[in-house]
């Protein structure tokens, strides 16, 4: 490919124009340094710990394992914009309640998977396990994942109750 | 300032365009790329031109005929696990990685990868599939069963592109499951897969097929033959995992001794037997 072209793409709704080093540059990379979007985190690089997760077309993707030319034709999802959704905003409270995070560098990540499955769910009820295999790809070193799991299942309950606003899981 | 780098990104849009990319010295498939950008960035691997088949529509699709069932080769594992029933590729696609790693992987990356432990490759022996390849030279059918030659290799040339995985109508059932030390995001120590067709409670076909133990998945058909022709007892699913165990190649590695997975072996064919035979008899009862 040509370098030297900006790069478009679609994160949290607006379009970022991207100048591209080199056309096998990161997508988290990309998405920190180019859009400024610092909120995902670089943990592996490998692909095992979950902590750059975002969601592209409304699934999870670890975005230090993807180029970022291989999403211009997709929509882009960073924990800034789920936060921002009543769905994201109501998990990130009950992380917080739960007292699910003591370093938080992972839990950008978890909010993101975890926000993808409560929207695959919507409506209908979710489990333990449910919860436990979703998030299976984000590491936690710090909390134990018990009180993670309980936050997601807290948030399940609401959003039973009545749809997230914004939500646009597919 | 535009610049050539060495390495070109292309993304197709049409096997057509696919196939005419890749026929050039240093073209490299990118599906999901889940192993390819690691395996990149540690220098295992290098490419001139990335040829990213992701967008080409056809190839992520399921088409299924009088029970024959044909997978693009770009189908997420994610997707194959929720759009197909239980089966051993099924059971092999949902414990690959995590979410987010289902989510990009696809199939046919999964298979051309052929890791010894790759988990979706010993289903795709018993279910007796059939991969479709094509390039500019032409296309051509490769039995599961001739495709993995050796850790990371496969009968692919570099320019031809898995098109599709086509699994034939068959009666019965499959299962695979493997042992790992973490519940998940972890690589199978061994790995076992089963198929069975049963008629009027007696088994009149078995397939069996073990992983991570020898450079390549392998059918071990004089396992199987300890389960045609009984009601698939305990003392056939016995002798069946003895035979599987005592036909394992397996290596000493940081994930486990030889002696370790040989022991694995069997208490786990025995499962995964066991699991087949449940799930063929409620086909068996379905159908009546």
Redesign the interface.
């Known amino acids: 490919?040509?370098?030297?072209?900006p790069l478009q793409l679609r994160v949290n709704g607006t379009v970022h124009d991207i100048e591209l080093e080199?056309?096998?540059v990161?997508l988290i990379d990309a998405i920190r340094s180019g859009c400024g979007l610092t909120g995902t985190k670089l943990g592996c690089?490998?692909?095992?710990c979950?902590a750059c997760?975002v969601l592209?077309d409304g699934?999870?993707?670890?975005s230090?394992?993807?180029?970022a030319?291989?999403v211009v034709?997709s929509e882009i999802e960073t924990v800034e914009g789920v936060a921002a959704t009543s769905l994201g905003a109501a998990l990130v409270d009950r992380i917080v309640v739960a007292d699910a995070l003591q370093c938080g560098f992972c839990t950008p990540g978890i909010v993101v998977?975890a926000s993808?499955?409560l929207r695959s769910v919507q409506g209908s009820a979710i489990d333990d396990a449910a919860v436990r295999?979703?998030?299976?790809?984000?590491?936690c070193r710090c909390t134990g994942y018990a009180p993670i799991v309980a936050a997601v299942l807290a948030t399940a309950e609401v959003a039973i109750a009545g749809p997230a606003r914004g939500a646009t899981g597919s | 300032m535009l610049v050539e780098r060495s390495l070109e990104y292309r993304a197709a849009r049409t096997v057509a365009e696919a196939i005419d990319l890749l026929a050039f010295e240093g073209a490299h498939v990118l599906a999901g790329g889940t192993d390819i950008v690691t395996l990149r960035a540690s220098g295992a691997l290098h490419a001139s031109r990335l040829v990213d088949v992701k967008r080409v529509a056809s190839l992520s699709d399921f088409t299924t005929d009088a029970g024959a069932i044909t997978i693009g080769a770009t189908a997420t594992l994610d997707h194959l696990g929720r759009a197909l029933g239980p089966s051993a590729l099924v059971d092999g696609a949902r414990l690959v990685g995590g979410w987010q790693t289902r989510c990009r992987a696809t199939i046919g990356g999964n298979l051309c990868r052929a890791s010894p432990a790759g988990d979706s490759l010993c289903g795709l022996l018993v279910d007796n599939a059939s991969l479709h390849l094509q390039s500019v030279r032409g296309d051509r059918q490769v039995p599961a069963r001739d495709f993995f030659t050796g850790p990371g290799r496969t009968v692919r040339d570099s320019d031809e592109l898995l098109v599709t995985i086509e699994l034939p109508a068959s009666r019965g059932a499959s299962a695979y499951a493997r042992f790992t030390y973490r519940n998940a995001m972890d690589l199978a120590i061994v790995g076992v897969a089963v198929r069975l067709s049963m008629t009027s409670g007696v088994c009149d076909d078995a397939s069996v097929a073990i992983g991570a133990c020898g450079p390549t998945p392998m059918l071990v058909p004089e396992a199987a033959a300890q389960l045609v022709g009984t009601i698939v007892d305990d003392a056939a699913v016995a002798a069946a995992a003895a035979v599987a165990a005592a036909h394992a190649r397996p290596i000493d590695d940081v994930r486990g001794t030889a002696t370790f997975r040989r022991g694995v072996i069997e208490p786990l064919a025995q499962r995964v037997i066991r699991e087949a035979h449940r799930r063929v008899m409620l086909v068996e009862e379905g159908s009546r």
């Open positions: 490919m040509i370098v030297g072209q080199e056309p096998d990161l690089g490998t692909g095992d979950g997760t592209i699934m999870p993707a670890n230090c394992l993807v180029y030319v291989e034709d998977t993808a499955l295999c979703a998030l299976a790809g984000n590491l």
